[in-house]
């Protein structure tokens, strides 16, 4: 065990885990798209066996799952996995559940799980690991891999609206704005870098002082040299951004409706002028054809 990862996503982080949803239109939406394409994708090819890493309380582990799928959630945080035991429990589903992060997967072979899913930043909280956690998502992966992490270019203007106010600043520091989260380190090197006198005070929120802004090319090229095709790289809810928040809600509310603009989001989110831009959160799927 990791002890200072399985601190860090501790109890009330898995406990929030599950309500974030509730509480963010966004990460509803988000939900619904990575979904779709998981659907998608386990209809179009033979999908027998799913690793998820850093699977959290298993929202995509217990999805698939119920698909009939035969799953593996690792993930570092002890909270984490013995909440997904118990949801998935509750509907009576098993899913394989182990210690574990990106960085070594040793355990598992070469090509070994058909699908590889790694979503909602697990590969960005990986930094300064993260070219090699990549690489061990890719290697064993047999037929496709699907990932959702920091979108670099898209995660600039949240991170300066949290320098703006001041959010995650205590009070007894009283200098004038002054960007704690380098806009500028992120545009030069991905590096999402609190300053040092805050280090301490992030932690104790709870939150990983780890993160990196990946642009699309960093995840698709390498896929790419182990002979994976990219068939999709997404800005993930990019049209969002420009839809007010009450609005968005009664367009995931409303069945008919939901399922358009589902679709006018993935045509939207894949221009490739918008792919690395319009959303914090970046998916690429990589397949890998030897059907
Ligand atoms: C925002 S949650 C996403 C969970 C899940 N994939 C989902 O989409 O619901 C991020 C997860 O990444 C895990 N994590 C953080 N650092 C990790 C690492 N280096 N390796 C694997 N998982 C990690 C955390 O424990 C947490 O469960």
């Keep these: 065990m990791n002890s200072d ?130 690489s061990e998502l890719i290697r064993v992966a047999g037929k496709a891999v699907v990932i959702v992490t920091t979108s670099r270019l898209g995660t600039i203007p949240v991170a300066l609206g949290w320098d703006l106010t001041r959010e995650y600043v205590p009070e007894e520091i009283e200098d004038e704005f002054e960007p704690y989260i380098y806009a500028g380190g992120l545009l030069a090197n991905g590096a999402m870098r609190w300053r040092e006198e805050l280090l301490d005070h992030v932690r104790e929120l709870g939150l990983d002082s780890r993160d990196f802004g990946f642009l699309p090319e960093q995840i698709e090229e390498p896929l790419k040299a182990a002979g994976f095709e990219i068939a999709v790289s997404q800005g993930l809810g990019a049209l969002s951004l420009h839809v007010e928040e009450e609005a968005l809600e009664s367009i995931l509310d409303d069945e008919a409706a939901r399922d358009k603009y589902l679709d006018l989001e993935d045509a939207y989110g894949t221009q490739p002028s918008v792919r690395g831009l319009g959303a914090p959160n970046i998916l690429v799927i990589g397949i890998r054809d030897r059907e």
């Design 5 to 134: 990862l399985n601190q860090i996503w501790d109890k009330n982080r898995a406990r929030d885990e599950d309500k974030r949803e509730k509480l963010f239109p966004l990460i509803r939406l988000q939900t619904l798209l990575v979904k779709r394409r998981l659907r998608a994708l386990i209809a179009s090819r033979e999908v027998r066996t799913v690793l998820d890493v850093g699977g959290g309380t298993g929202r995509y582990a217990i999805y698939l799952a119920e698909k009939g799928l035969d799953v593996t959630l690792v993930d570092p945080s002890e909270a984490m996995r013995v909440r997904a035991v118990n949801k998935a429990r509750e509907k009576k589903l098993a899913i394989n559940v182990a210690d574990g992060e990106i960085a070594d997967l040793a355990e598992f072979a070469d090509g070994s799980k058909d699908l590889v899913l790694c979503i909602d930043a697990p590969l960005s909280f990986s930094y300064p690991e993260h070219e090699k956690a990549l």
